[in-house]
C-alpha cells in the first residue's frame, strides 16, 4: 500500500520569492510519482512526473521537484513565484508496475502568493 | 486537445432524488474514476473502472453506484441524495500506461438541499 504525505496545509509567500511544497510517500513497490495544480473552481492539472531517470524534473509554469529515494520526498519548487499560481497542489503516488492504476493523493497544500 | 467532459459543473438537488452525473472522456482511455473532494479531506476515491461493464469500489462507495456502458462514458449515480453528499465531484481518467497520469474533468459542485 502507498501513503502520501504533504507536509504543510497552507503555504504563504511573497511575489517573487522561491517557494518549496515538501511531500513524502511511503509505499512497499516502486512507484511513480506526480505533482498536481487545481486552480479555484476546477479540476486537477498535472504539473510534473517522476518516471525513473534523472532525479530533477521539470515541469510547467516553470515548476521543478526533486525525487530523493533515500528520504521517500518529492518536493516541488519553483525560484521566483507569481500572483497567478495561487493554487492547491497535490502530491500522489502510483504504483509503477503491479497493484492495480489506482493513485493515491496527498491532502494538498494552499499555495497563497501575495504582492 | 483532449479532455475529460463533466455534464454539470453547478448542480443543486432536492434530499432523496436519483442524480446523474456524467464523464465522458475523448482519449479512448481504459481507466476512469469518480472522487469527490471536500475541505480538509483532498481527494477520496468513490469508484473505478478498468474497462467497459467493469467498476471496483473504491475507498467511499455507500451511496453511490456507477455505470460504464461505453468506453468513453462514466457515469456516477447518487440513488438517494443526502446533504452529507453535497461535495466536488471530479472525474478522470488514464490509460494503461501507469506512467500517464491523470486527467480530471473541471468539476461537478452538487448541493443537496
Known amino acids: 500500500a502507498q501513503s502520501v504525505t504533504q507536509l504543510d496545509s497552507q503555504v504563504p509567500v511573497f511575489e517573487e520569492a522561491p517557494v518549496e511544497l515538501r511531500c513524502n510517500y511511503s509505499?512497499?513497490?516502486?512507484?511513480?510519482l506526480f505533482w498536481y495544480v487545481q486552480y479555484p473552481n476546477q479540476g486537477l492539472q498535472l504539473l510534473l512526473k517522476?518516471?525513473?531517470?534523472?532525479?530533477l524534473v521539470k515541469g510547467i509554469n516553470g515548476f521543478e521537484a526533486e525525487f530523493n529515494k533515500s528520504q521517500t520526498s518529492f518536493h516541488l519548487r519553483k525560484p521566483s513565484v507569481h500572483i497567478s499560481d495561487t493554487a492547491e497542489y497535490f502530491c500522489?503516488?502510483?504504483?509503477?508496475?503491479?497493484?492495480?492504476?489506482?493513485?493515491?493523493f496527498g491532502a494538498g497544500t494552499r499555495l497563497f502568493v501575495k504582492a | 486537445d483532449v479532455k475529460v467532459t463533466q455534464s454539470s459543473r453547478y448542480l443543486v438537488k432536492r434530499t432523496g432524488e436519483k442524480v446523474f452525473l456524467e464523464c465522458v472522456q475523448d482519449?479512448?482511455?481504459?481507466?476512469m474514476f469518480w472522487y469527490r473532494q471536500d475541505p480538509g479531506l483532498g481527494l477520496r476515491l468513490i469508484y473505478f473502472?478498468?474497462?467497459?461493464?467493469?467498476?471496483e469500489k473504491g475507498d467511499i462507495p455507500e451511496g453511490y453506484s456507477v455505470s460504464r456502458e461505453k468506453k468513453e462514458r462514466f457515469s456516477l449515480i447518487l440513488e438517494s441524495a443526502s446533504t452529507n453528499q453535497t461535495s466536488m465531484y471530479l472525474c478522470?481518467?488514464?490509460?494503461?500506461?501507469?506512467?500517464?497520469?491523470?486527467?480530471f474533468g473541471s468539476g461537478t459542485r452538487l448541493t443537496v438541499v
Open positions: 509505499s512497499s513497490v516502486s512507484v511513480y
Open positions: 517522476y518516471l525513473s531517470g534523472s532525479t
Open positions: 500522489a503516488v502510483s504504483p509503477s508496475n503491479t497493484g492495480g492504476f489506482k493513485t493515491i
Open positions: 478522470a481518467s488514464t490509460p494503461r500506461d501507469r506512467g500517464y497520469g491523470y486527467t
Open positions: 473502472s478498468y474497462d467497459v461493464k467493469m467498476k
Open positions: 482519449m479512448d482511455h481504459e481507466n
